[in-house]
């Protein structure tokens, strides 16, 4: 197995392999699980930063990796260590090649150890992260690790809120069930002047809920 560093290197010949899968996953996506109503207000956005969306579904990744399709190349998406590094070989190189998964350790004693690399990434190699704060698809309370990330990078965090994605493929089940999926892109958010990781990472966690609660009234609409 390669060091966590060297998961964030990418060679030239996995970009061109994984550019044409991210644009039939976004055909599949688009076709078979009735995506709709996107909304990007993030398109004006230069530089690397610090996607942060609600987790349901494993489906998300691509979903946002395909909807960014132009910046994912630059995109490292931070995935559990224990989970998605471990097991059948073929599934952690698909993953990897594909949409850029990073390993991140959720358990380790020393959290802001493990967020050297993340940090190293933002500041040293301008990658930008996608990342799920609230650690795992069940979990829906935000951590702080991405504000420790925004403070210390000066990177934007872009909140990100999508509906449908745990109907279309739930934890413990393995097989997909076509279905409308919305997402919204919000604007980025800044730390501010002397505000704490604990508020920053509230305000987060108020505008990806704000966002959900715009979809939920489309839906209902």
């Not at 964030?8 to 078979?32: G, S, T």
């Not at 590094?85 to 594909?98: A, E």
Request: net charge positive; aromatic share 12%.
């Amino acid at each position: 197995m390669k060091s966590d560093e060297a998961f964030y290197h990418k060679r030239l010949y996995e970009h061109v392999l994984a550019f044409p899968i991210r644009v039939f996953l976004r055909l599949v996506v688009a076709l078979c699980f009735g995506i709709w109503g996107v909304e990007n207000r993030s398109s004006g956005l230069s530089g690397n930063f610090i996607c942060v969306a609600n987790h349901k579904s494993h489906l998300e990744t691509g979903l946002i990796m395909t909807i960014l399709i132009w910046k994912s190349f630059q995109i490292r998406v931070l995935a559990a260590k224990d989970h998605f590094f471990k097991g059948h070989v073929f599934g952690t190189w698909f993953r990897c090649l594909v949409y850029n998964t990073c390993p991140l350790d959720r358990y380790t004693d020393k959290a802001l150890e493990a967020l050297d690399l993340p940090l190293k990434a933002l500041v040293e190699w301008e990658l930008s992260l996608l990342v799920y704060p609230s650690g795992s698809r069940k979990a829906t309370t935000f951590k702080s690790g991405f504000a420790y990330l925004a403070r210390e990078s000066g990177r934007p965090v872009v909140p990100i809120a999508h509906v449908g994605t745990g109907r279309v493929w739930p934890p413990g089940r393995w097989y997909f069930v076509p279905g409308p999926v919305r997402i919204i892109i919000g604007e980025p958010l800044s730390i501010g002047s002397g505000e704490s990781i604990r508020v920053f990472t509230q305000r987060v966690e108020a505008a990806v809920n704000a966002l959900l609660a715009e979809l939920s009234v489309e839906k209902t609409a």
